[in-house]
């Protein structure tokens, strides 16, 4: 079986000053990508790119906020893309499919894995899956935020093996190197600390939205499903198929050893939470220390309403994250039985699904 392997390329690699999409580098960006193929890869790219297309197009000269505006600009500029796409890879033979995802497609386990699905049937057809945002529907209620997260979802949804994503900065930097000629690029990460989310922190270009902070957490949440993630320069020829071949370029995150399962990182990761327990000291030391699954003794508060089935966090007393998981009880329901015992739940609901109210198997640990 063929590794997998996720490119992601910003808007800022696919665009150039004026705005256009740059083919010459979208044809180089293209070869590497067929020779990363000839490396043994199964290759899915995960681009940017329509908005800006579609500013050009509707004589935008800045990236527009309002939502309706971003909608038009990537529902005009989104044709050009796959369009460009497709004459490129034509050269090579190659044919390329286009996927169009919003945040509900990872939200819902259904189209998540239908998702999963349509792309192995692409990949075995060795077409190119091309997938993006689907701009032209996404409210804020339901974006990624870039698609760098976008990438790291896709990436941990196929189970892949690396994640390149590709910058216009060389790696990940101690400063910002346009500012600070002394910042230093880190070759290797070993794991991801909240000092170096902290230094990381930073806005993105005109025309994209991610910065390097938005990488860094794109990487944490690839690395956490056992996926090797680098960043290297777009503006540099063959640096993808150099990448794979370990000559060093940029900075490489290192997956992490404690892999979790498709199914904890979909619940990590790619649900929204429609709610919040907050645990007691107790709870959350059998959580993080025992592997154990959430009872109703030990949650003092229920924040939100939501349904059996969905997602909720699980916080402390003052707020901080502890983990994600997968409801067996309403908001409605756990606001009678919070604090009671395991053998309290039928005698003060009438009725019990089950003792806990989140299973281990649903509860996903976030750090």
Not at 143 to 165: S, T
Not at 276 to 282: H, K
Request: charge should be positive.
């Amino acid at each position: 079986m063929l590794n997998k392997l996720v490119i992601k390329i910003g808007s800022n690699i696919l665009t150039d000053k004026s705005g256009n999409l740059n083919y010459k580098r979208m044809r180089l960006i293209a070869e590497d990508v067929i020779n990363a193929r000839d490396l043994g890869y199964e290759v899915l790219i995960v681009s940017s790119g329509a908005i800006a297309a579609g500013m050009k197009k509707l004589g935008l000269k800045e990236k527009p906020q309002e939502i309706q505006l971003k909608q038009a600009a990537a529902a005009v500029g989104q044709s050009s893309l796959m369009r460009a796409y497709e004459r490129i890879f034509n050269r090579f033979s190659t044919k390329v499919g286009q996927i169009l995802l919003t945040r509900s497609t990872f939200s819902e386990r259904r189209r998540y894995l239908n998702a999963k699905n349509t792309i192995s049937t692409l990949l075995s057809f060795k077409v190119i899956p091309i997938i993006n945002e689907n701009d032209t529907v996404s409210t804020e209620e339901i974006k990624f935020g870039d698609n760098d997260q976008l990438a790291a979802l896709v990436a941990g949804l196929i189970n892949a093996e690396r994640l390149i994503i590709l910058s216009d900065v060389e790696g990940l930097y101690s400063a910002d190197p346009k500012k600070n000629p002394n910042a230093k690029m880190f070759k290797v990460v070993e794991e991801i600390t909240s000092e170096l989310e902290a230094m990381a922190g930073g806005s993105g270009s005109i025309v994209g939205t991610g910065g390097m902070y938005s990488k860094l957490l794109a990487a944490k949440k690839a690395t956490s499903h056992g996926v090797k993630v680098n960043i290297v320069s777009g503006r540099k020829k063959g640096l993808i198929t150099a990448t794979l071949e370990n000559k060093g370029y940029g900075t490489e995150f290192k997956p992490q050893n404690n892999k979790i399962s498709s199914k904890k990182g979909w619940i990590a990761y790619a649900i929204k939470p429609t709610g919040s327990l907050v645990l007691d000291e107790g709870a959350i030391a059998a959580i993080l220390k025992s592997g154990k699954s959430l009872l109703p003794s030990g949650i003092i508060k229920v924040e939100g309403y939501f349904d059996i089935g969905d997602g909720v966090s699980c916080i402390d007393i003052n707020g901080n994250r502890i983990a994600k998981g997968i409801v067996n009880y309403s908001s409605f329901e756990i606001n009678k039985i919070k604090g009671k015992k395991t053998s309290e739940i039928e005698s003060t609901l009438g009725y019990k699904y089950s003792d806990e109210v989140i299973h281990r198997d649903n509860l996903a640990i976030i750090h």
